[in-house]
């Protein structure tokens, strides 16, 4: 039987970009200028609380660009290009 993970860098779970496993510490590290993969809280809240794992380990700043830019559910994104193309029409009447 495999021992137990040391720490979070250590779980493991498959890519869905890659197709094949990586280890937390691979995430936390693959995105723009060495912070987490922009997919990191799709991939992982199922596991453990990685929002505040990486509140705890993230400088603010850090921490709200990869927030920020996390890719949306495709409902909201639906929604907000419903929501633009109703302003565009009501401007050009
Ligand atoms: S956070 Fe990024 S690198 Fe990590 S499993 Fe998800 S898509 Fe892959």
Redesign the pocket.
Same mark, same amino acid.
Do not use: G, K, N
């Given at each position: 039987m495999a021992a137990p993970p040391r720490s979070k860098d250590e779980l493991v /779970?498959r #890519? &869905? /970009?890659?197709g094949s496993p @990586?280890p937390f510490g691979? #995430?936390r590290k693959?995105g723009d200028r060495g912070l &987490? #993969?922009l997919? @990191?809280f799709? #991939?992982?809240w199922e596991v453990f609380d990685v929002v505040a794992h990486l509140r705890g380990i993230l400088v603010p700043e850090d921490f709200g660009a990869v927030y920020e830019k996390r890719p949306k559910p495709k409902m909201t994104s639906l929604l907000e290009i419903i929501e633009q193309a109703k302003k565009r029409t009501q401007k050009d009447e």
């Open positions: /779970r #890519c &869905p /970009r890659l @990586v691979y #995430c693959s &987490p #993969c997919m @990191v799709d #991939c992982w």
